[in-house]
């Protein structure tokens, strides 16, 4: 009698978590708030132990603190008080580089992780085509692939777990198929507004734009090696960052150069080899403030200024006659903005996008994607 196959269903078990992955899980989001200052992190992680019971006598925070610098994630500095020679300094928490790099790794697994690969991939195009480049990802083989494609250690070592060596055949659902993608670079330039606005209401812009940036430098020294991404943050003036700056990102006292910030995206990629540039900019304020000639600053807060926008198009304009084109993730509402924003948009034939902060960095890396593949193509 053919025995019939179904499905069983059963409850779900959790896996176990220990108690220091479920105090890191937790650290990490806060030193991400708090801009890389451990302490304040810590006195965040031990209001929260009072009041949801994280720890117990068997574990505890100490214990946690301990193992951060166990493994390598904090490490211990002497700061030299101030009354001279002699007298003993206080110790001091800071994150490591590995640290640092976890970070941008869990941005990357929390923003970049709800884009999984699917199918022939997520991006509107009519044909799929194949890359030149090797991923090392695997998937099963679909017809239409080319024969070139196909992973023969893979596919036949599935043959052999599927079949056995006593019946061995390659059948099509043994055959596996590396993924690759274009070798054609890219040089993007994320600008990051820092004005305060982005904590303004009480309201926290500045640590999903870290997020997404983290996450952003993670995906293309990762997966796109070749390309470059370049980070400059703006205020009243604009001025580059390095990756490894990235966690301890504050916003200051500062009003919104935006021609500034567009000025140094330019230059940096002016100097790239690369043919294909790009740049992507976060802001959820109005221009409000531009450099004079002189060094004096031109500041108006109140509505949109019509000198500050023209100054804008035209920066806009200049960029699409260099072929960059500029896009823009605007975390506001106003109507106002937002026309500012298009006729912006305009100017350049790039492209915007108005958005709260869920779903921020989801549609920064599909763009990335869909303008890494578009001007490929082109």
């Avoid at 951060?68 to 110790?91: C, N, T």
Wanted: aromatic share 10%.
């Amino acid at each position: 009698m053919e025995r019939r196959k179904g499905f069983r269903f059963t409850s779900y078990q959790p896996g176990e978590v220990s108690p220091f992955e479920k105090l890191f899980d937790i650290f990490q989001e806060l030193i991400t708030h708090t801009s890389g200052d451990v302490d304040e992190a810590l006195d965040w992680l031990r209001e929260l132990d009072k009041e949801y019971g994280l720890t117990d006598e068997d574990y505890t925070l100490e214990d946690f603190i301990e193992d951060l610098k166990a493994r390598g994630y904090l490490r211990e500095e002497i700061v030299q008080g101030s009354g001279g020679e002699g007298q003993d300094g206080e110790a001091s928490l800071s994150m490591t580089s590995k640290l640092e790099r976890m970070l941008r790794r869990r941005a990357l697994d929390q923003i970049f992780g709800k884009l999984k690969r699917r199918g022939s991939g997520s991006h509107q195009a009519k044909k799929s085509g194949k890359g030149d480049e090797h991923t090392g990802d695997f998937r099963s083989y679909r017809f239409g692939d080319g024969l070139e494609q196909i992973s023969m250690t893979e596919s036949l070592r599935n043959a052999q777990i599927n079949h056995g060596m006593d019946d061995f055949r390659l059948e099509e659902n043994d055959l596996v198929v590396e993924d690759t993608h274009h070798k054609a670079q890219m040089s993007t330039v994320l600008m990051i507004d820092i004005s305060h606005s982005m904590i303004l209401y009480g309201e926290d812009r500045i640590t999903p734009a870290k997020k997404v940036a983290m996450a952003l430098a993670e995906l293309i020294t990762t997966r796109y090696p070749k390309d470059t991404l370049d980070i400059l943050v703006f205020g009243n003036d604009a001025w580059p960052i390095s990756l490894k700056e990235l966690p301890y990102l504050q916003v200051g006292p500062y009003h919104t150069n935006t021609v500034a910030g567009l000025q140094l995206a330019m230059d940096m990629l002016r100097r790239k080899r690369h043919t294909n540039k790009q740049i992507f900019m976060i802001t959820d304020g109005k221009p409000s403030c531009l450099r004079m000639p002189d060094g004096t600053y031109y500041k108006n807060s109140v509505g949109l200024d019509d000198y500050i926008v023209e100054q804008c198009y035209t920066m806009a304009a200049q960029a699409r006659k260099l072929h960059i084109p500029i896009t823009t993730f605007m975390i506001a509402q106003d109507p106002y903005l937002m026309q500012f924003v298009r006729h912006f948009t305009e100017a350049n034939k790039g492209k915007a996008f108005f958005t709260g902060l869920q779903g921020l960095g989801e549609m920064i890396f599909e763009d990335y994607e869909q303008n890494r593949k578009r001007r490929i193509k082109g």
